[in-house]
């Protein structure tokens, strides 16, 4: 049977600033998305007549029409009038509802996989579009590498690559709901906002410390609210040795910056965290 193997890459934001609440119930966001090395494994499979089956190696998302991945699927064969469907294996490596987007990268892989196996001629541009119909961060996941998102996260600018730096990732033993962080978030009361082109000028120079220092996400307040221990995961990667951490989307995950994958390594065996999944992952 005619298969195809995918990867399924996260993603980091290194600013995250919210303007406004839209009329449509989003909210009008700049953001510097990057994509990073921590990624999902799918298998698509062609299957003779329509229909969709996910085979997930992990409790933890939903096996039917509510996974991400199905909906992909489902977009396409309904668009396309697919005479067939698919199976869909997913190994999950990023965590579940953590801020890292493992719901939109699946999708995405979905629909750069039905791309090639049912040879719809799909340009990425084209396979963002569908992607906007799945969800705010599914654009970016499709296009990868390091990008500027405004508008609901679908309005993407692509960046030059960061330079190559390590990262540990804190995930605690909980989710957060994006839906209720960003209900939750007092536009009008936001302290401190990132210095978007700033970060752009340093990515665009590859410096590092400059990406690092001007780390910033508004959504960190309204998360940190309910779960003030991430504050304390922030300052512990940074007395390690980090340029730099930041919570990542809507958390909870948090993260931060090294120079090298030891320095990386050695943060990482100097935490304890009981109950924390610690994550050594790389940008670019
Ligand atoms: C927090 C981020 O992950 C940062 O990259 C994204 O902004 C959210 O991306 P996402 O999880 O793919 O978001 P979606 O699944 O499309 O939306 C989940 C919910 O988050 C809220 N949402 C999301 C994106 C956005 N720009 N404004 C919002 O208010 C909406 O209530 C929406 O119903
Ligand atoms: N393939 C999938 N992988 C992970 N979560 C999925 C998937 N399909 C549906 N979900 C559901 O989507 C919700 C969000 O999961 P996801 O891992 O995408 O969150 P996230 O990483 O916080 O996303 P974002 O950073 O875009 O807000 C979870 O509650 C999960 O049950």
Do not use: W
Not at 56 to 66: H, L, M, N, V
């Amino acid at each position: 049977m005619y298969a195809v193997e995918l990867e399924a890459k996260a993603k980091i934001n290194l600013t995250l600033d919210v303007l406004y609440k839209r009329p449509d119930g989003y909210h009008q966001v700049e953001m510097i998305m990057q994509e990073i090395s921590l990624r999902d494994y799918l298998v698509i499979s062609l299957l003779p007549k329509k229909d969709i089956r996910i085979v997930a190696d992990s409790k933890a998302i939903p096996d039917g029409e509510a996974n991400l991945a199905f909906k992909a699927a489902k977009l396409l064969i309904e668009e396309f009038n697919l005479d067939a469907g698919v199976e869909i294996k997913i190994f999950k490596e990023i965590p579940v509802a953590a801020g890292l987007a493992g719901g939109s990268a699946d999708a995405a892989a979905v629909l750069k996989g039905m791309n090639e196996i049912f040879e719809l001629g799909l340009s990425t541009e084209e396979l963002m579009l569908f992607g906007e119909k799945l969800g705010a961060d599914v654009p970016f996941c499709v296009m990868g590498g390091t990008a500027l998102a405004c508008g609901k996260g679908e309005e993407l600018s692509r960046l030059p690559a960061v330079p190559p730096a390590s990262l540990v990732l804190i995930k605690p033993p909980y989710s957060v709901s994006t839906r209720e962080v960003y209900n939750r978030l007092k536009i009008n009361s936001i302290k401190k906002r990132p210095e978007t082109q700033t970060v752009i000028e340093s990515i665009k120079k590859g410096d590092l410390e400059g990406i690092a220092k001007g780390l910033c996400n508004v959504l960190e307040e309204v998360t940190f609210a309910q779960h003030p221990e991430l504050r304390k995961f922030k300052e512990m990667l940074k007395e390690r040795g980090a340029f730099g951490s930041l919570m990542s989307g809507s958390g909870p995950t948090v993260y931060g910056i090294f120079e090298t994958k030891k320095d990386a390594e050695r943060a990482a065996t100097s935490l304890s965290l009981p109950g924390c999944t610690i994550l050594i992952s790389c940008m670019a």
